[in-house]
Each structure stands twice: as C-alpha cells, then as structure tokens.
C-alpha cells in the first residue's frame, strides 16, 4: 500500500540550529512529492514540491528538500531555523499518472523552536 | 477569489446524528478532497473526486458519503455520527488531478461527536 513515513515526531531546536526533517515513501512509479506547514492555528500551507529536473528543490521561507530516488527520501532542510518556524510539518506523496491519484500524508513532524 | 470555504467552523453532534460538512472552492480545480486530522496521525483521505460527477473512497471511508454535482462543491455526509469521528475535518482542491499545483485547503471544521 502506498505510504509516507515521517520518522521525527517531535524535534525541538534552538534558533540559527539547522534542521532536517525526515520523510520515506513507499510508491512505485513516478511520484509527485510534498511538503506543507501548518502554523498553530492556521490551515495547511504548501512549503515546496517535487515532480521532476532537479532533486533539490527550494521553497518559501529558506526551506529546501532534496529528492533521493534510491533511497526514497525525500527530506527537509532549513540552514538556520528561527522561532517562527516553530510549527507543525507534513510530509505527502502522490502517484503522477496513477489510476488513484491519492494525495497521502505523513503523521507531521512538530517541531519546536526556541529563542 | 475566496479560495476554498468550508462551513461550519465547528460543530457539536450527538451520537446517531447526521449532518453535511460542505465545501466550495472559486478557483475551477478539478480535484477536491476531505481529510480528517487527529493529534499523531496526520492528516488521512477520506474521500477525493477528480472531477464532477467521479468520486473514489481514500483511507479512511468509512461512515462517510460524499457527492460532487458541481465543480465548486464537494460536501461529506456523515450518515450516523460516531465519538470515532471527533476529529478536524479539512477540505482541499488543486488544478491538477496529479496534485501538481499543490493542494489549497480550507480553514477546516472542527467535530465534536458525543
């Protein structure tokens, strides 16, 4: 079945500390890659995406990710986190061309900055 | 443009009950979904469409109904409300069927079951 792993549930960090979150998936085929943020209170937001060209791909606010296909990884990174970060980070994958066209998440990655 | 809309905000059922969450978006997206999300669980699919009048079942169907007459609306019919189905309920909707532009979401619903 396809599935996205996020194996950090909580990570706590200090400002300026640099961060990687993880995230697996388990799809065969080409798949479209995903990461969102939701801020305390706030609805999902898209940080940055994967589906084609260069493995590493930036998004908003400092974030990029970097596709490894034999390793299906597709991890988070931010070189300097800061205490408006703090926020909860999802993980999620879909099948391009697939028959289902599932949009599966993580169970997210809270993580904690400190000043 | 008002993005996706959800209403209600919040909602407080008793067991047995029924009730519709509805979902609107202005934005002509073909595919629109609805996730639930509960603490250490991320947010599931519990149904998606990929175009008016197509419907499929995502991870967690079960005790919930959907219907997409329209492009705009897509709303999700509990039949008979569970203390299970206490959760918050988002919708989402994207251009692509291949979720190529990411996915918009609603401010969400918070349900109350008891």
Redesign the interface.
Known sequence: AQSVSQHNHHVILSEAASLELGCNYSYGGTVNLFWYVQYPGQHLQLLLKYFSGDPLVKGIKGFEAEFIKSKFSFNLRKPSVQWSDTAEYFCAAMNYGGATNKLIFGTGTLLAVQP | NAGVTQTPKFQVLKTGQSMTLQCAQDMNHE?M?W?RQDP??????IH?S?GAGIT?Q??VPNGYNVSRSTTEDFPLRLLSAAPSQTSVY?C?SSYS????S??F????TRLTVL
Request: glycine fraction near 30%; avoid cysteine; hydrophobic fraction near 25%.
């Open positions: 595919y979904s996730y250490g669980m991320g947010l599931r699919l998606y990929v499929d995502g991870e988002f989402a069927t291949s979720g190529g990411g996915q979401f609603g401010p969400g």
